[in-house]
């Protein structure tokens, strides 16, 4: 408000400037003009007096310069006074009046049509603070919904203002009116990933929070019009987790890392899940080309080698001996050296095992496009875990190897870092 205070005086004395200066300067032009041409008038009359009587010869020529030097003197004293006093006069009358006049006016102009409340900080911050809140709070929201809802019932066709009443409904947690309203939103508006994803997403949560049965229906119905479509892909895989069908889910989700950067959040995430499912079927890692459903392939014979490998020594640094918790859980992973975070390999471990005999392989990748036998060269990583989550958090104890040759063999691990 001091701001607002600030510019509202500079502006009044912008305007004050504006309608004083040539006010006055004008005023004092048309004075000295009036004041001059009187003293003209003057000096010209007593002239005239002066030159008759020198004429007439009653005036000796000397006094008549004198005089006449006199004259044109008091004419100038007298105009110039003139001007002065009447100038000044109108000057302080005018900057009393508009000085005074004008911000008063704009006062009263305020306190009358204006928010004079505003002028109080404590009240103007309580007013914004509720308004911005009130803009964001559940109240308006549901009022919006309230109006939107009925004015779909005179335009029940409306696809769009179904959608926007669906999702304000999500907002609100209001999830079995939301699944309802999306229902009708995808009846009435074109084919969209995106709507069928929502509406499963919103559906589960009707349902307690269950992807199974209905739900699963519409994300299917999503992936055939988008089989790339990532909220999809991660919402089935999750239905196959929640129905225990770990490989499935697997499957799903190493979609989604073909198309998220290696890098990114997402692909953390997903690989985080991916372990989780992966841990859940007892540690052993979804072979690939396995099709959900299929038989299982027969195992490998004794010895067999599952394509390049890389083999070492998983070591413990002796000043974290006795730090790390008894049931961590080790992860083995190897990394290409590209700079990409996904796992080309992984073994989950128990802790207990230290030091620990590793052998990393093709049957330990994660995605079919992902493998150890796709790079040249890798780095092996060892990470205690306290949670079980393969992702790295803070406490977790790490270490990791120089890059080393994919065929590679006796390569060490120490881990001696601590996760911050």
Do not use: C
């Not at 006093?85 to 009358?93: E, H, M, Q, V």
């Not at 549901?142 to 335009?155: C, D, F, S, Y």
């Not at 953390?268 to 991916?274: C, H, K, L, R």
């Not at 070591?315 to 990409?340: I, Q």
Request: net charge positive; proline share 6%.
């Amino acid at each position: 408000m001091t701001t607002f205070v600030i510019v509202a005086i500079l502006l009044t004395l912008a305007v004050l400037a504006l309608l004083l200066v040539p006010l006055l300067l004008k005023e004092r032009k048309q004075r000295l003009g009036s004041a001059s041409q009187l003293s003209v008038a003057v000096l010209r009359d007593q002239l005239d007096d002066l030159e008759a009587q020198r004429k007439a010869g009653t005036l000796d020529p000397k006094v008549f310069a004198e005089e006449q030097a006199e004259l044109e003197r008091r004419a100038l004293e007298d105009g110039v006074g003139v001007a002065k006093s009447y100038s000044t006069g109108r000057k302080l009358t005018l900057a009393i009046g508009l000085g005074v006049g004008l911000p008063a006016l704009v006062v009263v102009l305020y306190f009358l049509l204006g928010s004079p409340e505003a002028m109080k900080p404590q009240q103007a911050a309580d007013a914004g603070g509720s308004a911005g809140a009130h803009s964001l709070g559940p109240q308006q929201i549901q009022a919006m919904a309230a109006k939107l809802a009925e004015r779909l019932q005179a335009n029940p066709d409306d696809g769009e203002g179904w959608l926007m009443l669906g999702r304000s409904y999500s907002t609100l947690g209001r999830y079995p009116e939301a699944a309802a309203a999306l229902g009708r939103a995808t009846a009435l508006l074109p084919p969209n990933a995106n709507l069928l994803a929502d509406y499963a997403d919103v559906m589960a949560m009707a349902q307690g929070r269950r992807l199974g049965g209905e739900p699963e229906k519409i994300i299917a119905r999503a992936l055939a019009i988008d089989p790339r479509h990532i909220k999809s892909l991660a919402l089935m895989g999750s239905a196959g987790f929640e129905r225990g069908d770990f490989a499935f889910a697997i499957q799903q989700w190493q979609k989604i890392l073909a198309l998220v950067p290696p890098d990114s959040p997402a692909a953390q995430s997903i690989g985080n899940s991916i372990a989780d499912a992966q841990r859940r079927m007892g540690g052993v890692p979804l072979q690939a080309g396995v099709v959900p459903g299929a038989a299982a392939p027969a195992a490998s014979p004794a010895g067999a080698a599952a394509g390049p490998s890389v083999s070492g020594t998983i070591v413990l640094a002796p000043e974290l001996t006795g730090k790390a918790p008894a049931d961590a859980t080790l992860f083995v992973f190897a990394r290409g050296t590209d700079g990409s975070r996904v796992p080309l390999a992984m073994a989950r471990i128990n802790a207990a095992r230290l030091p620990y005999e590793f052998k990393l392989d093709d049957s330990m990748s994660m995605m079919p496009t992902a493998r150890l036998s796709s790079a040249k060269s890798v780095v092996i990583g060892a990470r205690l875990s306290r949670s079980g989550d393969a992702g790295a958090k803070p406490g977790d104890f790490e270490g990791f190897s120089a890059p080393v040759a994919v065929g590679a063999s006796g390569v060490k691990v120490t881990i001696g870092t601590v996760v911050k």
